[in-house]
């Protein structure tokens, strides 16, 4: 079973809870890159043994239907390895490791994962993860994303995630993983907002702009306004690819900065132009 993704690429992966079949008949129609099928938070303790036997089979639909398939494992030692042992099992391109907070974590984790091929994702949720974010992003072999966890943190700091001022620790975790050349997913402010979608996208505009590559939904209202954010608009694409062919011309004539549009171009901004055409996906 091989499975490559390239987590970079998502603009956001929608949580799908595994304790409950009708969340996940209709999951890969909502319209977001990935699906993440959670065996943590929406699981309440006397279900996580049945939602963790659901995990391959429903892996397995969700892949056959399309989909890609990621998955959050528990963080208590009573189900972690369990969990862990069931991912490395099933068609899963990544798995989400919850409450991380040193990076001999993610190195066990990998440990566990060995039978199978899917990339490690953690998930940074307190003050003590946060400090560590470096370390972190240089664990181990497999990881490919760094989270930043507002709730949780919040949680931690016994401050409402409304109220807090999370904008350094967010934007730590978004430059420790792109450091290391990792995806980074969150936001700096919280997760839950579902009726106010253009607040909603203010904050995700906000995270794009602190270095995040996308963001994790807890509803289908969240997937429209993060694809829509993390995707470049028609006149960024038409204007980066004006950039890049001019840089071209210029270097032709022996020229490695010119202006356009009563602005300097010169490598760096051709290198941000060319991110930005990196970014438009087939949908």
């Known amino acids: 079973m091989t ?3 390239d987590l970079a690429t998502l603009r956001s992966a929608l949580f799908v809870p595994l304790a409950d079949e009708r969340f996940l008949a209709k999951a890969h129609e909502r319209g977001a890159d990935a699906l993440l099928l959670d065996l943590e938070d929406s699981v309440p303790p006397e279900h996580k043994a049945a939602a963790r036997s659901r995990l391959p089979e429903a ?3 969700l892949s056959a239907r399309g989909a890609t398939v990621m998955v959050r494992v528990n963080s208590a030692p009573e189900y972690l390895a369990d969990d862990l042992k069931a991912a490395a099992k099933s068609a899963v391109a ?3 490791l919850p409450k991380v907070e040193r990076a001999e974590e993610v190195v066990a984790a990998e440990y566990l ?3 199978g091929e899917a990339r490690l994702v953690a998930m940074l949720e307190s003050p003590a993860a946060v400090l560590d974010a470096v370390a972190i992003a240089h664990a181990g072999t497999r990881l490919a994303a ?3 966890g507002s709730e949780d943190y919040c949680a931690c700091l016994g401050i409402a995630s409304d109220r807090a001022a999370l904008d350094w620790p967010a934007q730590l975790v978004a430059t420790a993983a792109r450091a ?3 995806a980074a997913f969150g936001q700096p402010g919280p997760v839950a907002e ?3 979608m253009d607040a909603y996208a203010r904050l995700l505009a906000r995270a794009q702009a602190m270095g995040f590559t996308g963001t994790l939904c807890i509803h289908p209202k969240q997937v429209v306004a993060a694809n829509r954010v993390y995707s470049p608009t028609k006149e960024e694409i038409v204007l980066a690819r004006e950039i890049v062919a001019a840089f071209e011309a210029a270097l032709r004539e022996g020229r490695g900065a ?3 549009h009563g602005r300097m171009i010169d490598a760096p901004v051709v290198d941000q132009a060319r991110a930005t055409l990196a970014r438009i996906r087939a949908s």
């Open 113 to 115: 994962l060995a039978q």
């Open 180 to 182: 290391r050349g990792l």
């Open 94 to 96: 990544a798995v989400f």
């Open 258 to 260: 010119f202006a356009l």
């Open 146 to 148: 760094l989270v930043f």
């Open 3 to 5: 499975i490559t993704l």
């Open 194 to 196: 579902i009726a106010d």
């Open 59 to 61: 892996a397995r639909q």
